[in-house]
């Protein structure tokens, strides 16, 4: 069945550096991919999406680019901040499904 | 436009006794999702309704679980004779089913405790 795979975290970052959060997925047909974030005491958020290969999703300065050749959708930042500490959700829908399916969760945290 | 709401936040019931969970999704949202989700995991699929119909269940949804969606507006979640294992973060989701790309709009969830 569809499926998500995501780097475990936490990844413990300094203000500024760059981010990057792996995901992975395995979906019969195209699904769209999303990003949806999480902060402390918060429901979930979308945060990106992209729809088709190639496709580039950006919001808040993040930003993941839908690779179909390599079944992938990392999530990148130039300069994180500790207001980003949060835990990070990939997703898909689609393909073989009428239900996001969602990764495990990567958790965040900026240090100042 | 105020967002997926659930009622209550919190609910810490004992074991054995119902519960019963509310989501108001987005007005013009024709779909609506039970999603739970379990402490450092991703949430979980458990049913779907697209207006009033209920369209698919997960095996997760064990018959002890119920859900409505009556005149395709608010939903209910019920659990009957509530187990330890259902302690989650029970969350609701809504879309508009208009061609895609299907974006899904969570709630703030209902945190269940059972003791």
């Known amino acids: 069945g569809d499926s998500v795979t995501q780097m475990e975290g936490p990844v413990t970052l300094s203000e500024e550096a760059f981010l990057t959060i792996n995901c992975t997925y395995t979906a019969t047909g195209y699904p769209s991919l999303f990003w949806y974030v999480q902060y402390p005491g918060e429901g979930l958020q979308l945060l990106l999406k992209?729809?088709?290969?190639?496709d580039k999703g950006s919001n808040k300065g993040f930003e993941a680019t839908y690779r179909k050749e390599t079944t992938s959708f990392h999530l990148e930042k130039g300069s994180v901040q500790v207001s980003d500490s949060a835990v990070y959700f990939c997703a898909l829908y689609g393909g073989a499904t009428n239900k996001l399916i969602f990764g495990t969760g990567t958790l965040l945290a900026v240090q100042p | 436009d105020t967002g997926v709401s659930q009622n209550p936040r919190h609910k810490i019931t004992k074991r054995g006794q119902n519960v019963t969970f509310r989501c108001d999704p987005i007005?013009?949202?024709?779909?609506l999702y039970w999603y739970r989700q379990t402490l450092g995991q991703g949430p979980e699929f458990l049913t779907y309704?697209?207006?009033?119909?209920?369209?698919?269940k997960s095996r997760l949804l064990s018959d002890r679980f119920s859900a409505e969606r009556p005149k395709g507006s608010f939903s209910t979640l019920e659990i009957q004779r509530t187990e330890q294992g259902d302690s989650a973060m029970y969350l609701c989701?809504?879309?508009?089913?208009?061609?895609?790309?299907?974006?899904?709009?969570f709630g703030p969830g209902t945190r269940l405790t059972v003791t």
């Open positions: 989701a809504s879309s508009l089913e208009a061609g895609g790309p299907y974006e899904q709009y």
């Open positions: 992209a729809t088709k290969a190639d």
């Open positions: 309704f697209q207006n009033e119909a209920q369209l698919e």
């Open positions: 007005s013009e949202h024709n779909r």
